[in-house]
């Protein structure tokens, strides 16, 4: 059973471009979310969704950051117009559909944003 | 709004010390209380769990137990080894029934031999 899957890993980007982050879910799996986690920082919580919803982005700038899950394919975490700030390593978690706690998160290896 | 507080890293320890992070969060209802373990240039691995009061986690040697009056889940281990060098984060789920988790700001461990 295949983990949760990021990519790229690494992402090298100018002032400017876009950067689009993608994230498969374990299978089963249909609860998404997304963390930034900048140098010697922890992580911040950035969107929570579920398919074809977007159930929680409060954590998301409100300017040129965007995500989506859609019914088939992976997630999208998109970056528009990246900025020196933005450099930063994102990472997803999924966790699978239940109404019991503890909604354990289970995380992908990461993508790491740089902007030069 | 939840909050978690760890100890400042970075924590350095000779092989063999006795281990621990202090973890203390504020939190409406009861949360499920969590450590994570994140590895250089990895994500994040669930390390262990606690989810009422009073219950005690453990993984591979590691410990916290859930303290609910002084809302405290600190991580121990009797006997640390260098393959334990890595950043740990203390998290908690809210427990309202939505699946945001909050964090704490890391604290690296370095153990040196």
């Known amino acids: 059973n295949a983990g949760v899957m990021q990519n790229p890993r690494h992402l090298v980007r100018r002032r400017g471009q876009e950067a689009r982050l993608r994230c498969s879910p374990m299978k089963g799996h249909s609860h998404v979310y997304w963390y930034r986690q900048l140098p010697e920082e922890g992580l911040k919580f950035m969107v929570y969704l579920q398919k074809e919803n977007i159930i929680d982005e409060s954590g998301m700038p409100k300017e040129r950051f965007s995500a989506e899950f859609p019914k088939e394919g992976p997630s999208i975490l998109r970056i528009q117009q990246v900025v020196r700030g933005d450099s930063a390593a994102y990472f997803c978690a999924s966790s699978p559909p239940g109404t019991t706690p503890p909604y354990e998160q289970y995380f992908g290896p990461g993508t790491r944003l740089t902007v030069t | 709004g939840n909050s978690v507080t760890q100890m400042e890293g970075p924590v350095t320890l000779s092989e063999e010390a006795f281990l621990t992070i202090n973890c203390t969060y504020t939190a409406t209802g009861y949360p499920s209380l969590f450590w994570y373990v994140q590895y250089p240039g990895e994500g994040l691995q669930l390390l262990l769990k606690?989810?009422?009061?009073?219950d005690k986690g453990s993984n591979k040697g590691f410990e916290a137990t859930y303290r609910k009056e002084t809302t405290s889940f600190h991580l121990e281990k009797g006997s640390v080894q260098v393959s334990d060098s890595a950043v740990y984060f203390c998290?908690?789920?809210?427990?309202?029934?939505?699946?945001?988790?909050?964090f704490g700001t890391g604290t690296k461990l370095q153990v040196i031999p």
């Open positions: 606690a989810t009422k009061a009073d």
């Open positions: 998290a908690l789920h809210d427990s309202g029934g939505y699946q945001k988790v909050t």
